[in-house]
């Protein structure tokens, strides 16, 4: 069993920061991109940032320069830090984590629960 549990969330005035995140645990062998992704009421779950087991870093175009993904591999743990938020930032913020469970298994995608971010303006 693979589990994925975000942490961080919380509520914030518009151009306050915060730091979520996210740790694999159980049966991982290793684990290949690590990543965030959103989803606001009414609107499809999107990405926010994904980074490589390598420490490559994509983001999407409305977050880059106030957000920044790293990740510990030593604590299969991956950060989101999150500054000068925006109220359409609000969202729950979901942790995805592609996890090999064995080393002959593929990258399976495993997601946490989600964790809830309240931007007020």
């Known amino acids: 069993q693979v589990q994925v549990v975000e942490s961080g969330g919380g509520l914030v005035q518009a151009g306050g920061s915060l730091r979520l995140s996210c740790a694999a645990s159980g049966s991982t062998f290793s684990i290949d991109a690590m990543g965030w992704y959103r989803q606001a009421p009414g609107k499809q779950r999107e990405l926010v940032a994904t980074i490589s087991s390598g420490g490559s870093t994509n983001y999407a175009d409305s977050v880059k320069g106030r957000f920044t993904i790293s990740r510990d591999n030593a604590k299969n743990t991956v950060y989101l830090q999150m500054n000068s938020l925006k109220p359409e930032d609000t969202a729950v913020y979901y942790c995805?984590?592609?996890?090999?469970?064995?080393?002959?298994?593929?990258?399976?995608?495993?997601w946490g629960q989600g964790t809830q971010v309240t931007v007020s303006s």
């Open positions: 995805n984590a592609r996890v090999r469970r064995t080393s002959d298994d593929l990258p399976h995608g495993y």
